[in-house]
């Protein structure tokens, strides 16, 4: 779906779309002189990322050339140098590479990494024309209203434009407000022959707290709920969206927070079984975890008592739904500390990065993270022990 007249939210990356699209000759090999060397990707909304992932994919990466002309990297296991070569090495079975390049961060760690940077510098003075290289920067958050961004993510931006910036495409993939969240549901209901109502529309960007990843998958639901019907009311949200997962899930921060660990696997369980993509959900799980434990970490630092104090704390786009408000505040307050919580986001943190690196259980992952954060800090050194020794 198209989203011209949207906001910024949407703007960088349709000019990015754009662009694809303007080099695109539908042969797998680029137009001339359309295409900058390489792009970055610079967010951490995975609804835009995956677009502009799809229609690089879509232009560049014909199906049955896929493992030939496609290249997943991650400078966690790959230096820049082995990827710069693997860029300006010609496929012999494929006219053209696309290599895309997460993590990274690992380019901006401790160090000046002034040789990795002049050889950058190297490769784009002549770089391969039969390469596209996508950094991916999804350690940087952008949010809606820029004047809320995070002063070390400012720091990492402004130091990532001075670098790569002066030879890639730089594609802010920002947070988008809710009212471009909105039209974007409802133009995308209309172009599937349905129309949805505003109260509904609301009502679904408000729940989802203007997560687009989260607000498609739900929209696609509904849709199908809703077939024949030509029409989405405020009823049909409630009874599709808010009623099972959003409460499912603020029941799981509920046991974690009160050290249930019997009632909170349970209610994992429950998750991961009512979930349509099964434990390929877990990705899915983990993000509303994360963005959970830090509302409640704002909650906890800003001494929110009362849900009428909460809107002030939280910003548009990281709310809840209203009927989490007391909820969460009575979780958060459990919580002794801000180090409790920060520890919480560091083993979320750590599950995250064991799912991104395919794991042969995820379900397990899941299962790890959620005893260890219903546990006392103590508890987790026995469990540790204990799972060494099924795995001896």
Not at 139 to 148: E, G, M, V
Not at 160 to 173: A, H, M, P, Q, S
Not at 320 to 340: C, E, G, N, V
């Amino acid at each position: 779906m198209s989203s011209q007249r949207l906001g910024a939210g949407f703007a960088a990356m349709d000019r990015f779309l754009a662009e694809i699209a303007a080099a695109d000759t539908g042969t797998g090999f680029p137009r001339e002189g359309v295409l900058k060397p390489a792009y970055v990707l610079v967010g951490d909304d995975v609804f835009l990322y995956e677009r502009c992932r799809k229609a690089v994919l879509k232009a560049f990466v014909p199906a049955e050339m896929r493992e030939f002309c496609l290249a997943e990297l991650d400078l966690a296991e790959h230096s820049i140098f082995s990827i710069l070569d693997i860029a300006r090495t010609p496929s012999l079975m494929a006219p053209f590479q696309v290599i895309f390049v997460r993590n990274l961060k690992q380019l901006y760690g401790r160090g000046a990494k002034k040789e990795e940077f002049a050889e950058l510098e190297r490769y784009f003075r002549q770089a391969n024309p039969g390469a596209l290289l996508i950094f991916v920067a999804d350690h940087i958050r952008i949010p809606a209203d820029l004047r809320r961004m995070e002063m070390d993510d400012k720091t990492k931006y402004e130091r990532l434009r001075e670098t790569l910036g002066e030879y890639c495409g730089i594609v802010d993939l920002a947070r988008v407000e809710d009212t471009d969240a909105m039209r974007w549901v409802a133009a995308a209901a209309l172009e599937q022959g349905s129309r949805i109502d505003q109260d509904a529309v609301r009502e679904l960007v408000d729940a989802l707290g203007n997560d687009m990843m989260l607000i498609a998958s739900e929209l696609e639901k509904l849709l199908l709920y809703t077939f024949g019907k030509g029409r989405i009311t405020l009823g049909d949200v409630e009874t599709m969206v808010l009623s099972a997962k959003q409460r499912s899930l603020y029941e799981l921060t509920d046991a974690i927070s009160a050290r249930d660990r019997a009632r909170a696997l349970a209610l994992l369980h429950g998750l991961l079984n009512s979930s349509d993509a099964g434990e390929d959900a877990a990705i899915g799980h983990l993000y509303m975890l994360a963005r959970t434990f830090k509302q409640m970490l704002v909650i906890l630092e800003k001494n929110v008592r009362d849900s009428r104090a909460i809107w002030q704390a939280l910003w548009q786009g990281f709310r809840m739904p209203p009927f989490a408000a007391d909820d969460l505040i009575r979780q958060a307050r459990r919580y002794r500390s801000r180090r409790d919580l920060t520890r919480a986001l560091r083993l979320i943190a750590r599950a995250d990065l064991e799912l991104r690196s395919s794991p042969p259980d995820k379900r397990l992952v899941l299962e790890r993270l959620v005893y260890e954060l219903a546990s006392e800090p103590k508890a987790n050194a026995a469990y540790a022990s204990l799972q060494l020794s099924f795995e001896g």
